[in-house]
């Protein structure tokens, strides 16, 4: 069995994973490198530390590796109420520019939001297998949608609605893995669908159509279509009152957050600004270390949260291409370990942090392309910062660490 | 139940959502890299972008005979946009206007800390001869640069202070809500009555320009591939204040005496003046108020900045003596030529304690109509106790005391109207009723109006019952001259009879017309004026000095209240003022036609 053991690993072993974790890491140094390569006092030397931020992740990757998946398992309770007792703590810390959203190690500032997403994952990962049979649609469903919304709203005050977006994707795609029917799912989303569409006569005529043809598709009884039916269009009516309970200056804020076009001297500057980056990057890029628009200092986080727009005005559409093709790579090998892991908690787990993964990469990228809302995600394993470069690459070793145990049960 | 999904194409369908999201990234990436890839490269070539804010000028203030009271004029200010390497050319430049380098890095620094982007305003309003060494040396300043800027005139200083208010910096704590609405960190905006309460009209929106500048923060002109977006000025208020009426009103005040004037155009609840005593210059804010004015400001005495017209209550005094005198008729306690059991010997014995009348000789036996027009406290100490405190407080609520008159302005304190639930809050139960009730009748005591609602009380009752809402605001046009507000005229009713309102008129006409009347010397030739003196009794000092009135009699054009503080009596002080306000605004409407006369004049 230690034999095998030893053997086993070299064989299971993803190495198509490690290899694009790596690869992405060794890219974000060199970005954070070229990025900080402007006359501010502040930024220089930073690539030195995203050097060390990686060593630790790497250590870190390592670690979550080591640990057999079932550890996971034992401690998601714990792990997740200390998450949550993080979460409130961080509230009550001194705010930095005006969010509650780090704790200050002196050394590093850590983001308890980060911990919060993995520790919701194991939990949700146990629970809703546990429960997945079961009678009561409360267990079913009901529980953990609590289980979600609770970190989901601690960190939605921080304030920090990019990040607390990542908690309902991670719950869908928990759900999903678990083999949720389609029926379910959809009417778990209709009320939200209900929330949106409510604000325009004709978007609210096509959802009540759509909500019909889910009745028909799914041959839903009418016993059980009616209360539905009624629970969509009150849960939807509810959006309007809620959205006039907001002062002006917050709904402008959604406003903005959804279209940063409407604010041209906050995010819609920034978004103009990265699209100018990486449009004037053309096919070939202007070469590494040669960007214009960098070096001007326009994107106030062209190290962290608009790092991409770096990456497309130095290499340009291919350089975008093959940073795509290791972010696809990536999470093609994360679903097949997914897929391939016989322990229904361990695929569960995988499957979540594949989902954030992907689903961070496409808010950063889509956000520097100007067709996303502007948030502060950071783009997985290359924008600087230790709090999620680490968490990154924890989160791809206990990955990692799963597919080694694949054939466990 | 429903079919689960199957291992397999759940698998398949993670994989088609990742390859799709990941795709829609490449496609929208090669469609800014490959296809608008042109338009990109070229705002990139001029990208070295500076964007410069282009004030929009505040919108002008005009009365109703056309004068402008309050202006926008440009200002030239030495603003920092460097981010970096900002030491050299900033202590270059205050060597240049022989300024303190350390306060200026304080104020950079300690800006940057929190807003560590925006452009700092080192120097505020450049006079010409520094402008002119700035431009100068500007090419060896990089990173700073001249901007134009909006500030804010009053053009006649301190008259009319509190009904312009003024204008002042956004205090950080509200930059943080108002920048959603498109206010940069160095905006000015309306603080304070007019300014403030049209904030929305007189703002108009800033501009902005794209320049290009060099690697030394040296500017090159602007891009030709954007256009700068003009700024649109602010829209223009047109008041209902006859300004020669302002001007008057203000002068009547003697230096260094603390009060208040409103006058009113009883038809319609337009303010014609608007004055409280001592003033303050607005232009002082224009550009951030130096600390040593605003100490002497914040810390006078006097509270200069404080609006005694709208913000200021006080007990009302004798003027009050007209609700007791409607509550009465109207309850039928009284008719209006009975007389009061107890005859004025100058004193009544209530209880324990002796209540005093003005007149120490005493009035005799008067009936409503006498005591109105002699001020008869006496006869008002009776009607007070057959009242009580109760009934008392609610007529005064039917005629509009203790609550807003909702005149467009930011702040109006409602006045007080004591009930009994009031003093038995306040003193307890047991307090000795029949005392409280006596002196509210004569408006003494805990019950407090400010000078516009007994302006606006005195001009319904001349106006026969109907009150128009007292308001500033006639007009708002944008700079063009496209009207897009109107005045907002609404009225109710004093819920008096016809007869009780024609007794009130009589006698407040005698109370300045018939020789002997209390209010004499608020007499004008050739028109009837009917009003009321008051003396309000004051625990802090002399008794402040009331007078209430509206003429011509029987069609008023014009409702007055004149309060003065600590002046003693109303008839000897107040009435007088309120009596030139009168003569002064009959005078000047004499020549035109009533009515739209002011705005036929444009």
């Given at each position: 069995m230690t034999g095998g053991r030893s053997l086993g690993f070299s064989r299971d072993l993803d190495g198509g994973l490690l290899a694009a974790v790596v690869l992405l890491s060794a890219a974000g140094v060199l970005s954070v490198y070229s990025a900080t390569q402007v006359d501010q006092p502040a930024l220089a030397g930073l690539w030195q530390r995203q050097l060390l931020w990686v060593a630790l992740g790497l250590l870190a990757m390592a670690l979550g590796a080591a640990l057999p998946f079932r550890y996971w398992e034992a401690f998601a309770w714990p792990l997740y109420l200390a998450a949550l007792g993080l979460l409130v703590l961080v509230l009550f810390l001194p705010a930095h520019q005006r969010t509650h959203r780090w704790i200050d190690l002196g050394f590093f500032q850590a983001q308890p939001s980060e911990l919060a997403k993995l520790a919701t994952i194991f939990l949700l990962a146990s629970v809703s297998d546990k429960w997945r049979k079961a009678r009561s649609f409360v267990l079913r469903y009901g529980l953990p949608i609590v289980l979600t919304a609770a970190p989901m709203a601690l960190v939605l005050i921080e304030p920090d609605l990019g990040t607390s977006l990542s908690f309902p994707v991670i719950l869908l795609a928990v759900l999903f893995w678990r083999g949720t029917p389609l029926r379910d799912i959809f009417f778990l989303l209709s009320p939200l669908l209900s929330m949106v569409a409510v604000f325009s006569m004709p978007s609210f005529l096509v959802f009540v159509a759509v909500l019909f043809g889910a009745f028909l598709l799914f041959r839903v009884r009418f016993a059980a279509a009616l209360p539905l039916f009624l629970l969509n269009i009150a849960i939807g009516s509810l959006s309007p009152w809620l959205w006039h309970g907001l002062k002006e200056y917050q709904q402008k804020r959604i406003l903005i957050f959804l279209n940063p076009g409407i604010d041209p001297r906050g995010s819609g500057w920034h978004v103009l600004q990265s699209k100018i980056a990486i449009g004037s990057g053309g096919l070939a890029g202007k070469g590494f270390l040669q960007g214009t628009q960098k070096k001007l200092s326009f994107l106030p986080a062209q190290h962290t949260d608009f790092i991409f727009s770096t990456i497309g005005e130095e290499l340009g559409l291919w350089g975008v291409l093959l940073l795509l093709l290791l972010y696809g790579w990536l999470l093609y090998r994360g679903i097949q370990i997914a897929r391939q892991t016989r322990n229904r908690f361990a695929s569960l787990a995988a499957t979540g942090i594949v989902t954030v993964i992907g689903f961070n990469v496409v808010l950063n990228i889509g956000m520097t392309l100007g067709v996303m809302p502007v948030t502060g995600i950071p783009l997985p394993f290359v924008s600087y910062g230790g709090s999620a470069v680490i968490t990154m690459l924890a989160m791809a070793g206990i990955v990692l660490g799963i597919g080694l145990r694949r054939y466990e049960y | 139940m429903a079919q689960e999904i199957g291992s397999r194409e759940r698998t398949l369908a993670l994989m088609a959502i990742c390859g799709a999201a990941l795709s829609l990234l490449l496609v929208r990436s090669a469609q800014l890299q490959v296809f608008d890839s042109s338009k990109y490269g070229m705002l990139s070539r001029q990208n070295r972008l500076r964007r410069i804010d282009l004030a929009a000028p505040r919108g002008l203030v005009l009365t109703a005979d056309s004068v402008i009271i309050a202006e926008s004029r440009p200002g030239f200010n030495l603003v920092l946009f460097a981010t970096a390497d900002w030491a050299a050319p900033v202590s270059r430049a205050a060597s240049l206007l022989a300024l303190d380098s350390a306060a200026m890095f304080a104020a950079v620094t300690g800006q940057r800390r929190q807003f560590p982007r925006d452009p700092v305003v080192l120097v505020r309003d450049l006079p010409p001869p520094l402008l002119a060494r700035i431009e100068e040396h500007l090419d060896d300043l990089p990173g700073l640069r001249i901007e134009t800027a909006s500030l804010r005139r009053a053009c006649f200083g301190p008259v009319g202070s509190h009904l312009l208010g003024f204008t002042g910096r956004i205090a950080v704590n509200q930059y943080d809500s108002l920048r959603d609405y498109g206010y940069g960190l160095d905006d000015f905006l309306g603080k304070g009555s007019l300014e403030q309460q049209y904030e929305n009209i007189l703002r108009g929106s800033d501009g902005y320009e794209l320049y290009e500048v060099d690697a030394r923060g040296r500017e090159r002109g602007a891009p030709q591939a954007l256009e700068p977006v003009e700024p649109v000025p602010g829209s223009t208020l047109r008041l209902s204040i006859d300004w020669g009426l302002q001007l008057a009103a203000e002068s009547l005040f003697a230096v260094g005496q603390k009060g208040a004037a409103v006058a009113i155009e009883p038809s319609t609840g337009r303010i014609l003046a608007l004055v409280s005593r001592p003033n303050f210059d607005p232009n002082q804010f224009a550009t951030g108020i130096r600390a040593a004015d605003w100490n002497r400001l914040a810390n006078d005495p006097d509270f200069p900045m404080w609006d005694r017209a709208v913000r200021s209550a006080y007990p009302p005094g004798s003027t009050f003596k007209v609700v007791t005198a409607a509550a009465a008729l109207e309850e039928s306690l009284i008719t209006a030529d009975g007389r009061m059991p107890r005859a004025?010997?100058?004193?009544?014995?209530?209880?324990?304690?002796?209540?005093?009348?003005?007149?120490?000789?005493?009035?005799?036996?008067?009936?409503?109509?006498?005591?109105?027009?002699?001020?008869?406290?006496?006869?008002?100490?009776?009607?007070?106790?057959?009242?009580?405190?109760?009934?008392?407080?609610?007529?005064?609520?039917?005629?509009?005391?203790?609550?807003?008159?909702?005149?467009?302005?930011?702040?109006?304190?409602?006045?007080?109207?004591?009930?009994?639930?009031?003093?038995?809050?306040?003193?307890?139960?047991?307090?000795?009723?029949?005392?409280?009730?006596?002196?509210?009748?004569?408006?003494?005591?805990?019950?407090?109006?400010?000078?516009?609602?007994?302006?606006?009380?005195?001009?319904?009752?001349?106006?026969?019952?109907?009150?128009?809402?007292?308001?500033?605001?006639?007009?708002?046009?944008?700079?063009?001259?496209?009207?897009?507000?109107?005045?907002?005229?609404?009225?109710?009713?004093?819920?008096?009879?016809?007869?009780?309102?024609?007794?009130?008129?009589?006698?407040?006409?005698?109370?300045?017309?018939?020789?002997?009347?209390?209010?004499?010397?608020?007499?004008?030739?050739?028109?009837?004026?009917?009003?009321?003196?008051?003396?309000?009794?004051?625990?802090?000092?002399?008794?402040?000095?009331?007078?209430?009135?509206?003429?011509?009699?029987?069609?008023?054009?014009?409702?007055?209240?004149?309060?003065?503080?600590?002046?003693?009596?109303?008839?000897?002080?107040?009435?007088?003022?309120?009596?030139?306000?009168?003569?002064?605004?009959?005078?000047?409407?004499?020549?035109?036609?009533?009515?739209?006369?002011?705005?036929?004049?444009?």
């Open positions: - | 004025c010997g100058g004193s009544l014995r209530i209880g324990n304690r002796v209540f005093k009348c003005w007149d120490k000789g005493g009035h005799g036996s008067l009936d409503l109509h006498g005591a109105m027009v002699h001020s008869c406290d006496v006869y008002f100490y009776q009607l007070g106790l057959a009242l009580t405190v109760e009934r008392m407080a609610r007529w005064s609520r039917r005629m509009g005391l203790g609550d807003r008159t909702r005149v467009d302005l930011p702040i109006e304190s409602p006045g007080l109207v004591p009930d009994s639930s009031w003093y038995r809050r306040r003193t307890g139960p047991g307090s000795w009723r029949g005392g409280v009730a006596a002196n509210m009748a004569i408006g003494q005591g805990e019950l407090m109006v400010t000078p516009l609602q007994l302006a606006s009380l005195y001009g319904a009752i001349g106006n026969d019952g109907q009150r128009w809402k007292p308001h500033l605001l006639v007009s708002a046009e944008t700079a063009e001259g496209a009207v897009f507000r109107k005045e907002l005229k609404i009225y109710d009713r004093l819920p008096l009879s016809p007869a009780t309102i024609a007794a009130l008129k009589r006698a407040l006409a005698d109370v300045v017309n018939q020789p002997g009347g209390t209010g004499g010397a608020a007499r004008v030739a050739g028109v009837a004026v009917a009003g009321k003196t008051g003396t309000a009794q004051n625990p802090h000092g002399e008794d402040h000095s009331w007078f209430a009135c509206f003429a011509p009699a029987d069609r008023p054009s014009i409702a007055v209240a004149v309060l003065v503080e600590n002046a003693g009596h109303g008839s000897a002080v107040a009435a007088p003022i309120a009596g030139s306000i009168v003569r002064t605004y009959l005078g000047r409407r004499q020549p035109r036609s009533p009515g739209q006369a002011t705005l036929a004049a444009e």
